[in-house]
């Protein structure tokens, strides 16, 4: 028996890898200034729209407890739903397309994670300096200094992840009347629950996962790869220009030292907001987000270098063929969504704000009157998902000299579900069938609400009953 083995401590393999943290360095360029103008347009779209009132009432306003979404100036209710899951599917293929023509161009420029993890950087970096400082800092012992910019730092980030809770919770509950309960320390427990979970949401995410939000939880990121062809627009690097990379002075003639243009600088990794090297090929942590293009385009510039040796490109330009711009697959989901955007306008056009549902009396089935009439009870649910009242006229037919005993106009209120309670009159009609289908009607003196119907059946005594 061999003791040394024996005696020999296990080794401990940890098969977790903990994730280095990413210091981004600044930097400037076209598509820097792209995304900012992107960035810039879908704050003030976020953090404005919910300010914005009309008639009265919140422009964009989510009521859960009255089922009623109120989006300018219209009411969606649940049964709308159907059009909210055509919007979904439209988004879904418009990020296929989307992503087949340009890859991750969404991740990198408009998904709230990106967008408010540069916000999160921007604040990092004012706060506690550029990338080199903060390297050092964070390797010092803590001082007066440094907890003062890291206080800073936090005091920022939460009160940017406080206005994002703020501003998202006031799409569910009235923004106006939300800030006066807060500035009154007066707000309800649910909505003191999700202001803080949204704000410790966003400053975690924003602030601390960051890109392992990309890399491991976002699913986007694992079945993107299967939409992308050769033809699909990339962030790479042109490895034929690039290499054999290596320093040399600006004044040297690189090439007959057999050096490519890469510079070796490594400021293409340290701008990347996910910490890759884009001269290793695409990685399925590239967003997209084109940063080291302008850090890379900025170096080429200081050393008189053609730009682009980083660029968005496609990898059958990179192989020296032609790139397909059109090509089925892009036709395809080009013209899926072509289509449903389409059907998904004229269903919106063509969407009625009044709905009409007509339930029968089920305890009694019908009563004689006089011996020569016949009277059934109907209840009436008349639904008004218009942000304004409507008169509305009832109508009864199907059966001759069918009449409506009672009022036969009603006023649905906006945003309201109306329940009238019907007594419809037939003569009696000896030998016939006992139930006949009828049609009850309402419309509104408004163009284009003359006639929504509801069908129901009208009960009779039947041809083996005296009455
Ligand atoms: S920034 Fe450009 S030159 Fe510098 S290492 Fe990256 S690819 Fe090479
Ligand atoms: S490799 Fe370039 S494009 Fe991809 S995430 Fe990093 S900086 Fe953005």
Known sequence: MNTDNANQEPELIDLYQKPEKIYTRSFSGHFRTLRLAGGTFLFLLFFGTCWINLNGRQAVFFDLPARQFHI???????????????LLIICAFGLFALTVFAGRIWCGYTCPQSVFTWVFMWAERI??????RRMKMDKEPMSLGKFLRKSAKHTLWLSIAFATALTFVGYFIPIRQL???????????WGIFWLGFFTLATYGNAGYLREQVCIHMCPYARFQSVMFDNDTLVVAYDKHRGEQRGPRKKSADHKTMGLGDCVDCSVCVQVCPTGIDIRDGLQYQCIGCAACIDACDTIMDKMGY?????????DNELAGQKTRWLRPRLIGYGSALFIMI????FSVSHRMPLELEVLRDRNVLFRVINDDQVENIYTLKVANKDQQPHLIRIRVAGIENLKIAGRTAIVAEPGSVQQEIIRV???????????RPVRFSISSSQPGLEAITAESRFMMPGPERKP
Do not use: H, M
């Open 72 to 86: 300018f100036g219209t009411t969606y209710w649940p049964q709308d739903f159907i059009l909210l899951s055509w």
């Open 127 to 132: 706060t506690e300096g550029e990338r080199n």
């Open 179 to 189: 800030v006066l309960d807060i500035a009154a320390l007066d707000v309800a427990p």
């Open 306 to 314: 053609d730009k682009g040796l980083i660029r968005y490109t496609t």
């Open 342 to 345: 389409c059907l998904f306008i």
């Open 425 to 435: 009159i037939a003569p009696l009609i000896d030998g016939a069938p006992s139930t």
